[in-house]
């Protein structure tokens, strides 16, 4: 047995051994107008066990599991918090390790999210509040954004442990929201009852949206019409009419990343919600201008939280927030599941496995709170003076709802990770995958597919954009790919029985990126999905600062560039690599063999590293 397959059997046998069986999720009561492209998954009906499985499985446990509950609710039990925004960590913890429940099923991490519910409801005032000031500044800074992760944490208990109790604790702070906020006499502007012309306050449409079709009540879809109008008002962010305009990110209110990628995420839970094309579009502009002008290579966004003028991408400071690196991970996932694009699922592949696991110590304990392009990882365990810290785990408690998944078609692999998958068809058919490969330390991809009975279906698999060359065989014969191509899925239509095993070869080889406006003069190195960095951990000699080491040329061949087994203090999973790289060192220019590692374990041993190096003569 590999060491590969035997983690996989391990953290399989942890996971069942605390599972009580397949969790249902609580249906809503309000129908969507707009159905999903792409099914999002419960997480217990896909466990991966390779590189991303790892980083999953240790944010759970070594994460979520040991928080300190008291710390999550002293702001609750004696107000104020500590921090303004205190209140929003325990919604954020509750709605990650909910997810992390369901995808591990273990039994104290449910028991500990059961007494964190309890305990934080009867912190609630009589009139609904569930806040951390004191009354005479209530509504103030961060006031409705903790209610918002009160709901977001709440709501997410609910529908997933089928445990309909803390539903009137919500209901509470809707109609407290419903009853304070408006357009009508007496009612207080939500757009002044928070920061960043009204961007932190009215991110509540996500979860007011949530509310609204979890219950039916119609206030609730009232209110969140009041927020697209407050939008709108001339003291407003102006998100959906800037946006529809074409105007770029940087043009919405003022700019910050975080609270309007919240705020955009909640509009599309509306657009589900009604049809209204027009929140689409806004959306789709939003991710597309980020993309194209606002994006760091390693899948992150903004610096000092804020999007800037367009390619204005510093490489230091407070850059790559790990808020805006989960958010901007969520509107992707909205937008692959209402589109059933490839390229939100590209984008998704290059945030997971390196600004994500970049953000995240690789034994899950601690998160840096912005983790830019060099430096070193500000890695913290501790909630004081941070929101990152509680918004890393969501982002991988999120990824099993859309790296294996189902559409009308058939099933749909996006991320490559190893694992298995228990899927249901929407004609109701259970489907069982298998993956079995060393991704991304190999493009070698054997997947197993075991229908409960013989159907015809089709089996989605997405070439990444970064593939020159892919080969696909099903049960030893090798298939045509003409037609299929980089960037797109390639479509297998079969009829599908027990025992059928398709191969896919997506050929790793290096990628040299030459810098472009701020990175005039320098190139990064990837090798497949992975972003490379040079960390001072792995130079040797006379040359151990970074300062001292360049590229001599952009062309691969002659850097050489080539992996091998990690050395122990960088082996963060089984299969972890580093890679070899023709530089040259200091003034005279001298030949020099340096070692890459991928920028999800860059610094991790607290060293400097480096994405972007010099190119001689540029």
């Given at each position: 047995m590999?060491?590969?397959?035997?983690?996989?059997?391990?953290?399989?046998a942890?996971?069942?051994a605390?599972?009580?069986?397949p969790?249902?999720?609580?249906?809503?009561?309000?129908?969507?107008?707009?159905?999903?492209?792409?099914?999002?998954?419960?997480?217990?009906?896909?466990?991966?066990?390779g590189?991303?499985?790892?980083?999953?499985q240790?944010s759970?446990?070594?994460?979520?599991?040991?928080?300190?509950?008291?710390r999550?609710?002293?702001?609750f039990r004696?107000?104020?918090?500590?921090?303004?925004?205190?209140?929003?960590?325990v919604?954020?913890?509750?709605?990650?390790?909910?997810l992390?429940w369901?995808?591990?099923g273990?039994a104290e991490?449910?028991?500990?999210?059961d007494?964190?519910?309890?305990?934080?409801?009867?912190?609630q005032?009589d009139?609904g509040?569930?806040?951390?000031?004191?009354?005479?500044?209530y509504?103030?800074?961060?006031?409705?954004?903790?209610?918002?992760?009160?709901?977001?944490?709440?709501?997410?208990y609910?529908?997933y442990?089928?445990?309909?109790?803390p539903?009137?604790?919500?209901r509470?702070?809707?109609?407290?929201?419903c009853k304070?906020f408006?357009?009508?006499?007496?009612?207080?502007?939500i757009?002044?009852?928070?920061?960043?012309?009204?961007?932190?306050?009215?991110?509540?449409?996500?979860?007011?949206v949530?509310?609204y079709?979890?219950?039916?009540?119609?206030?609730?879809?009232?209110?969140?019409?009041?927020?697209?109008r407050?939008?709108?008002?001339?003291n407003?962010?102006?998100?959906v009419?800037?946006?529809?305009?074409g105007?770029?990110?940087?043009?919405?209110?003022?700019?910050?990343?975080?609270?309007?990628?919240s705020?955009?995420?909640?509009?599309?839970?509306?657009?589900?919600?009604?049809?209204?094309?027009?929140?689409?579009r806004?959306?789709?502009?939003?991710?597309?201008?980020?993309?194209?002008?606002?994006?760091?290579?390693?899948g992150t966004?903004s610096?000092?939280?804020?999007?800037?003028?367009?390619?204005?991408?510093?490489?230091?400071?407070?850059?790559?927030?790990?808020?805006?690196?989960?958010?901007?991970?969520?509107?992707s996932?909205h937008l692959?599941?209402l589109?059933?694009e490839a390229?939100f699922?590209?984008?998704?592949?290059?945030?997971?496995?390196?600004?994500?696991?970049?953000a995240?110590?690789p034994?899950?304990?601690a998160w840096g709170?912005?983790v830019?392009?060099?430096g070193k990882?500000?890695?913290?365990?501790?909630?004081?003076?941070q929101?990152?810290?509680?918004?890393g785990?969501?982002?991988f408690a999120?990824?099993p709802t859309?790296?294996?998944?189902t559409?009308?078609?058939?099933v749909?692999?996006?991320?490559?990770?190893?694992?298995?998958?228990?899927?249901?068809?929407?004609n109701?058919t259970?489907?069982?995958?298998?993956?079995?490969?060393?991704?991304?330390?190999?493009g070698?991809?054997?997947?197993?597919?075991?229908p409960?009975?013989?159907r015809k279906?089709?089996?989605?698999?997405?070439i990444?954009?970064?593939?020159?060359?892919?080969s696909?065989?099903?049960?030893?014969d090798p298939v045509d790919?003409?037609?299929?191509r980089?960037?797109?899925?390639?479509?297998?239509?079969?009829n599908?029985?027990?025992?059928?095993k398709?191969?896919?070869?997506?050929?790793?080889e290096?990628?040299?990126?030459?810098?472009?406006?701020?990175?005039k003069?320098?190139?990064a190195?990837?090798y497949?999905?992975?972003?490379?960095a040079?960390d001072e951990?792995?130079?040797?000699g006379?040359?151990?600062?970074l300062?001292?080491?360049?590229?001599?040329?952009?062309d691969?061949?002659?850097?050489?560039?080539?992996p091998?087994?990690?050395p122990?203090?960088?082996?963060?999973?089984p299969?972890a690599q580093?890679?070899?790289?023709?530089?040259?060192?200091?003034?005279?220019r001298?030949p020099?063999?340096?070692?890459l590692v991928?920028?999800?374990?860059?610094?991790?041993t607290?060293?400097?590293?480096?994405?972007?190096?010099?190119?001689?003569g540029r």
């Amino acid at each position: 047995m590999t060491i590969r397959t035997a983690f996989f059997f391990a953290f399989l046998a942890l996971a069942s051994a605390a599972s009580a069986g397949p969790v249902s999720v609580l249906p809503d009561k309000v129908p969507l107008a707009v159905a999903d492209r792409q099914d999002a998954q419960i997480p217990d009906r896909v466990h991966l066990s390779g590189m991303i499985g790892s980083r999953i499985q240790n944010s759970a446990l070594n994460r979520l599991l040991p928080m300190d509950v008291d710390r999550l609710l002293e702001g609750f039990r004696k107000r104020p918090g500590r921090q303004t925004y205190d209140g929003e960590h325990v919604g954020k913890w509750l709605h990650a390790a909910t997810l992390a429940w369901v995808y591990t099923g273990n039994a104290e991490l449910r028991a500990k999210l059961d007494n964190v519910v309890n305990d934080l409801l009867k912190c609630q005032l009589d009139d609904g509040y569930l806040g951390t000031y004191l009354p005479p500044q209530y509504w103030t800074e961060w006031d409705v954004w903790s209610h918002k992760y009160d709901l977001i944490g709440l709501l997410t208990y609910v529908r997933y442990t089928g445990n309909t109790a803390p539903l009137a604790g919500c209901r509470k702070i809707g109609d407290l929201l419903c009853k304070t906020f408006g357009d009508g006499p007496g009612k207080r502007d939500i757009i002044k009852a928070g920061w960043h012309v009204g961007l932190a306050p009215t991110s509540v449409l996500e979860p007011m949206v949530w509310l609204y079709r979890m219950t039916g009540e119609k206030k609730y879809g009232d209110f969140c019409r009041y927020i697209l109008r407050a939008w709108e008002q001339p003291n407003g962010p102006h998100i959906v009419s800037r946006l529809l305009e074409g105007k770029g990110v940087n043009k919405v209110g003022n700019g910050k990343a975080y609270e309007m990628l919240s705020c955009i995420n909640g509009l599309l839970e509306w657009y589900r919600t009604t049809g209204d094309s027009r929140y689409l579009r806004a959306a789709l502009n939003a991710w597309d201008d980020i993309l194209a002008k606002r994006l760091y290579i390693t899948g992150t966004a903004s610096a000092g939280e804020i999007f800037h003028g367009d390619y204005e991408l510093v490489n230091t400071g407070n850059v790559g927030e790990t808020c805006v690196t989960v958010t901007w991970l969520q509107l992707s996932a909205h937008l692959l599941r209402l589109t059933g694009e490839a390229r939100f699922a590209e984008q998704l592949e290059r945030i997971v496995y390196n600004q994500l696991c970049g953000a995240q110590q690789p034994d899950g304990k601690a998160w840096g709170y912005y983790v830019q392009m060099e430096g070193k990882k500000p890695y913290t365990a501790t909630l004081d003076g941070q929101c990152c810290l509680s918004s890393g785990p969501r982002g991988f408690a999120l990824v099993p709802t859309f790296a294996l998944t189902t559409d009308a078609d058939g099933v749909v692999v996006n991320l490559y990770d190893a694992g298995k998958a228990q899927l249901r068809l929407r004609n109701g058919t259970a489907v069982k995958l298998g993956i079995e490969t060393a991704y991304p330390a190999a493009g070698k991809i054997a997947i197993s597919i075991d229908p409960a009975e013989p159907r015809k279906f089709a089996l989605k698999l997405r070439i990444p954009q970064w593939c020159r060359k892919a080969s696909l065989r099903i049960n030893g014969d090798p298939v045509d790919m003409k037609g299929m191509r980089s960037g797109s899925y390639a479509v297998i239509n079969g009829n599908w029985k027990k025992g059928n095993k398709v191969e896919l070869d997506l050929t790793l080889e290096p990628r040299v990126v030459v810098g472009q406006h701020g990175n005039k003069g320098k190139v990064a190195i990837c090798y497949g999905p992975l972003v490379l960095a040079a960390d001072e951990a792995l130079l040797g000699g006379e040359h151990t600062s970074l300062n001292a080491i360049a590229v001599a040329s952009a062309d691969r061949t002659a850097l050489a560039i080539t992996p091998e087994l990690a050395p122990e203090k960088f082996r963060t999973w089984p299969g972890a690599q580093v890679f070899h790289l023709k530089a040259v060192a200091g003034a005279g220019r001298s030949p020099l063999d340096i070692q890459l590692v991928p920028f999800a374990a860059a610094g991790a041993t607290g060293k400097n590293y480096k994405v972007w190096l010099p190119l001689v003569g540029r």
